[in-house]
């Protein structure tokens, strides 16, 4: 890949083809934690590198809002939130939910408030996660759904991270199926029973087989490893599916990541996972996940990947990647690094704020990565062109039954089986 590709891959800020792109899909803004039904106060969100104000109303309502206010340009953030709207401290202004401009203490006429409204953008909140459509399309189009929508709210569970990192490196490390075996090597150790034979095969298999095919919500793959003995006639199959241009669904189920460009070298990184016989929101379960995936408070806080509010100014660069060497030497530890997380993001960091792809040599295990920077790349260039966006979420598949797979398949079954509900393209 050039130095262009690279960046008309990476640059999602204003005017640029791949921010058009991504910002016509609803996207996940925060979590609805930060965000209590009663006695909160206004944050301020960054995405694509442009801040934004949120508040909630006293009827629940969240309003998404430009941050500085359409008067003078101070920062709505700082101001109050009053009923269902929010008041700016310079002047006064108020403006609801829907950026409708209530009261203007300093200017008498109504013309101005009949004639003006700040920049407001629909939202939705479910399941844990406030969600925002900043794109253009007339009318909005409707936000999917996804699988973990479909079960109880208390059997779901949303962890978000920060990532001094541009976000593509985030989503490649989510695509690629290849270093689990390695890099997680640490972790298949915790793996839960049922998830038993899907770890063994990630050892045993280190240079899986991949399979691709193109779907109209984006893309999925199989990742095929030969099954336990030589003469075996049944493979080992992981299946990941690709929701562009922001969702990874990966095996063995129940789990799907999000990474969201705060800005070029800033990543929020989405954990969600859900279970249809478990409760997630406390217990084994809710425990287990943080353990394993390394996302306890203690860890946030110890590598900097803890959620911060972003300032007025340019995000700092937080992450740290503490390891203990002194596992490493004994043979404890492949990593010395605290989890799943931690692994993943220390080597996307790791890699630069941007990485430079033009100094990548790339082998066959790295198919898939290759593929989605096609998809990604071809659709940035169509905006270029003067084009629409393409809509890789259609109707033709449910979303809401988008969903990784894993298991023992006989050697001459197709693994679409294993995913029927799939459209492909």
């Known amino acids: ?88 401290l310079y002047h006064g202004w108020k403006i609801g939910t829907d950026g409708t401009v209530l009261e203007t203490p300093n200017a008498d006429s109504s013309a101005i408030r009949n004639g003006l ?52 490196q985030a989503l490649e490390g989510l695509l690629d199926s290849s270093h689990a075996g390695i890099l997680h090597a640490d972790i298949l150790k915790k793996f839960p029973p049922k998830m038993q034979a899907d770890g063994a ?110 300032p007025v100014g340019e995000l700092p660069s937080r992450n740290v990647w503490p390891q203990d060497r002194e596992a490493m030497r004994r043979g404890d530890s492949y990593t010395g690094l605290p989890g799943i997380t931690a692994e993943d993001a220390a080597l996307a960091v790791g890699m630069g704020p941007i990485m430079d792809r033009s100094k990548e040599h790339l082998v066959a295990a790295d198919i898939i990565i290759s593929k989605t920077r096609r998809l990604l790349l071809k659709e940035a260039r169509h905006v270029a062109a003067g084009g629409d966006h393409s809509n890789w979420q259609t109707s033709k598949s449910a979303t809401e039954k988008i969903r990784a797979a894993s298991g023992d398949l006989p050697a001459e079954t197709a693994w679409q089986e294993m995913v029927p509900d799939h459209v492909a393209t």
């Open 117 to 168: 409204r700040a920049n407001a953008y629909p939202v939705e909140e479910s399941h844990g996660l406030v969600w925002v459509y900043l794109g253009t399309q007339d009318p909005v189009p409707p936000r999917p759904r996804y699988a973990w929508e479909m079960e109880k709210p208390e059997h779901t569970l949303v962890v978000d991270v920060d990532w001094d990192c541009n976000w593509v």
């Open 1 to 88: 890949m050039n130095h262009e590709d690279n960046e008309l891959l990476c640059r999602v800020g204003p005017g640029t083809a791949m921010g058009a792109v991504v910002r016509n899909y609803w996207l996940p803004a925060f979590p609805s934690s930060r965000l209590p039904v009663t006695d909160s106060d206004p944050i301020r969100v960054r995405l694509f590198g442009e801040n934004y104000v949120a508040f909630r109303g006293e009827d629940g309502v969240i309003g998404f809002l430009d941050e500085l206010c359409p008067h003078r340009g101070a920062p709505l953030v700082l101001g109050h939130q009053e009923g269902c709207a929010i008041r700016c």
């Open 201 to 310: 095969a990630m050892k045993r298999g280190l240079l899986p087989r991949f399979e691709m095919e193109r779907t109209d919500f984006g893309l999925h793959y199989a990742a095929i490893r030969a099954g336990a003995g030589s003469t075996s006639e049944v493979d080992q199959v992981r299946i990941t599916a690709y929701a562009a241009p922001f969702v990874a669904f990966v095996p063995t189920g129940g789990m799907a990541f999000i990474p969201v460009p705060i800005d070029d070298t800033h990543t929020k990184f989405y954990n969600v996972w859900w279970d249809p016989d478990e409760r997630l929101d406390s217990g084994p379960g809710y425990e287990h996940r943080l353990d394993m995936w390394g996302v306890t408070e203690e860890i946030l806080q110890m590598t900097g990947m803890a959620p911060i509010e972003p």
